[in-house]
């Protein structure tokens, strides 16, 4: 067991080191320099041909030194070490945009988008359980029939659509205002009110975009669940627990679930990077001021120092929860850690 | 068709096999018609929604604009020099026949901004007038061909890597594998923003980066069959009969692979249509004046009032996904029906 896992932690380096490195070359090779779109905001304003030789001479040794002081002149290998060895303090380097420490952005929205996604993960777990289980027990009924075309239909609605629906006509526009349009809280959010009313406000905000993050994840799961446990249902061990004579609620519920729940554990991990990718969406159509809202502006703004901090946390998110997801699946399997060719 | 009897089952062709399980699927077969009809919508744009019409009488001479600005695109014919720059619509013509939406999705008419659905615009009009039906008829083709290309570039890549992991297996299969982690790993649709926003927008673009970013799920389905079918029988006799690895792999695995590989071809377009629609409703990847229907949902977002924007190219997405993952999953069912239901 110890060594099965030191085994699937090792090998989550080269795919860590491919992660950085993939983001590092989309930044280095994009079309752009950094120096110059960092001093560009200025030098845009006024105009290229509107500045003085004398002055454009300035602006160019501002950006040489620039660059010499966040190593840009160094050959693009040197350029990744010294990025590496700066990942390890959790040094990103500074927003060109504000010349805000990135650490310190992460750190601000981080929170906001764990807590929509745990909301969103718990959401889908606690729908899509239920209703695998309902679909394998009556497996082939109207009721599961109905359950699968659902899931179908969950499955293709685009969530741009589906957000933008919410906002045009239940958000407050010329229709019903059901649900506030946007943000985290109202603006008149007190610390002060009693713990109620701030969990309503709270609940009131964030229904629409977790229910948008989740509802994918309904349609997907429960089919999963569905699927195994119709497979367990087939294995011999259900036949013998019938066969002894126990009721069906205790050969369903006790034997079958049990072992069904186990690949369940495994889409945990495949789940997270599809979560952090969906809210930069969700986040942007609710105003939400989450990683996807910042990386979706840094994007815009080419802000590359908080783009590339935004893959590697994201990443290392998703490895550690495939590392989560091969421990506890090990954990309840024993045959996984000894069982498995390397 | 019905009763088919033992010795016809055996001597029909797997495709004939699955066309037969797969009719069998009234939801699949329907979601096989509006894909079919989807396809003709996309390649009869231009006669469904186009401000030329099919002919027109002008100054004693009879003109087919449509079919004739083919032959100028290409160069054959050259622009009739009464007609150029014609505005059709106000032409003192004698006789002439418009398409159902006589509109080009790129005409803009800036005095009905926002028009409501009406007899003129029957699903109204955007922010500068232009018409939502047509946009969204000749959106299909952007939707469709993205959806096609993109996959297409997926397959190649997907084939490739999951033959070499399958059939080699051993290290080779370990590097791929560390691939296929590596790209659960990047926030994908964060990846696609990145590289669409920091390049300049072009639907060219758009299709290659979906396509490479969305290789994975066909290269696990196609190493599982190159490792299911490579310890059958008549690959051990090729090997013995010494035909190299490249020609077992392409000429005699793959074709018995191909067919489960398929279905996530199938799903991959699905998939990609999603991902197109988010991006250009980011405002990213699709140049700026091409109409798509991500475009048009995200000029509902900050303009709630005009609903229609928000309904119609909704439904054009949500029907098209929809549409091609019930083939998908009927042809999962239709290759293999012993899972049907299983999933």
């Given at each position: 067991m110890g060594s099965y896992l030191v085994q699937r932690f090792l090998l989550l380096i080269p795919t860590f080191v491919g992660v950085t490195l993939i983001s590092f070359l989309i930044m280095r090779l994009a079309p752009g320099d950094p120096a110059e779109l960092r001093a560009g905001g200025g030098l845009r304003g006024a105009g290229e041909g509107g500045l003085a030789t004398e002055k454009r001479g300035v602006v160019d040794t501002a950006i040489a030194q620039w660059r010499a002081q966040y190593g840009l002149d160094k050959p693009l290998p040197v350029q990744y070490a010294v990025w590496m060895k700066n990942l390890f303090t959790l040094n990103f380097g500074e927003s060109y945009k504000d010349n805000q420490p990135v650490v310190d952005k992460i750190r601000e929205r981080l929170p906001v988008t764990i807590k929509l996604n745990l909301l969103s993960i718990f959401l889908v777990y606690l729908v899509a359980i239920p209703l695998g289980i309902y679909s394998a027990t009556h497996s082939y009924s109207i009721g599961d029939q109905l359950t699968t075309l659902f899931a179908f239909v969950l499955f293709a609605l685009p969530v741009v659509w589906l957000g933008t629906m919410a906002i045009v006509f239940l958000c407050g526009g010329d229709f019903w205002f059901i649900f506030p349009p946007g943000g985290l809280s109202s603006i008149d959010y007190s610390p002060d009110w009693p713990l109620w009313q701030r969990l309503k406000d709270q609940a009131w905000h964030l229904f629409l975009p977790v229910l948008m993050l989740s509802y994918a994840g309904f349609a997907g799961l429960s089919r999963y669940m569905r699927s195994g446990m119709l497979e367990q249902l087939r294995q011999d061990f259900v036949q013998t627990a019938r066969s002894k004579g126990l009721p069906e609620g205790i050969v369903i519920y006790k034997h079958v679930l049990r072992n069904s729940l186990i690949p369940m554990v495994t889409i945990l991990a495949g789940l997270l990077p599809g979560l952090i990718g969906g809210s930069v969406i969700v986040e942007t159509i609710f105003s939400i001021p989450g990683l996807g809202q910042l990386g979706y502006e840094a994007v815009l703004a080419r802000d590359f120092p908080v783009v590339m901090a935004l893959f590697t946390v994201s990443a290392l998110l998703t490895l550690l929860g495939i590392l989560l997801s091969d421990l506890l699946l090990a954990m309840v399997d024993p045959r996984i850690a000894f069982g498995r060719r390397g | 068709m019905e009763q088919v009897n033992e010795n016809q089952a055996r001597g029909e062709t797997l495709s004939a096999r699955v066309w037969r399980e797969f009719k069998r699927n009234r939801v699949a077969v329907a979601g096989y018609y509006v894909v079919v009809f989807l396809v003709g919508v996309a390649l009869f744009a231009d006669f469904i929604a186009?401000?030329?019409?099919?002919y027109v009488h002008y100054q004693g001479k009879t003109y087919f604009p449509i079919v004739r600005g083919y032959f100028e695109k290409l160069g054959l014919l050259k622009v009739a020099p009464e007609l150029v720059n014609a505005d059709y619509q106000q032409l003192s013509h004698q006789g002439a026949l418009f398409p159902p939406i006589p509109y080009r999705p790129s005409m803009v008419n800036l005095d009905v901004p926002f028009a409501r659905p009406s007899r003129q615009h029957w699903l109204g009009t955007d922010r500068l007038g232009r018409d939502v039906m047509a946009g969204i008829i000749h959106g299909s083709r952007i939707s469709l061909s993205i959806g096609f290309v993109s996959v297409g570039i997926a397959l190649v890549i997907g084939v490739i890597l999951g033959a070499l992991a399958g059939y080699f297996g051993g290290w080779v299969d370990l590097v791929v594998s560390r691939l296929f982690e590596l790209m659960l790993a990047i926030p994908t649709f964060f990846l696609l923003i990145t590289i669409a926003a920091v390049f300049p927008p072009s639907i060219f673009l758009t299709m290659i980066i979906i396509g490479l970013t969305g290789w994975v799920g066909i290269a696990r389905f196609a190493r599982n069959e190159f490792l299911k079918l490579r310890s059958l029988d008549y690959v051990t006799a090729a090997q013995a009969l010494g035909v190299s690895n490249r020609k077992i792999m392409f000429r005699h695995i793959l074709p018995n692979a191909l067919a489960p590989v398929m279905v996530s071809v199938i799903l991959g377009v699905a998939g990609a249509i999603l991902l197109e629609s988010g991006l250009s409703f980011l405002g990213i990847g699709v140049p700026a004046d091409t109409v798509t229907w991500g475009s048009i949902l995200n000029e509902a977002r900050s303009n709630t009032f005009a609903w229609w924007l928000a309904v119609f190219p909704g439904i054009a997405i949500f029907v098209t996904v929809l549409a091609y993952y019930l083939v998908g999953e009927g042809l999962r069912d239709a290759l293999d029906p012993r899972l049907r239901g299983l999933r």
């Open positions: - | 186009n401000e030329k019409p099919y």
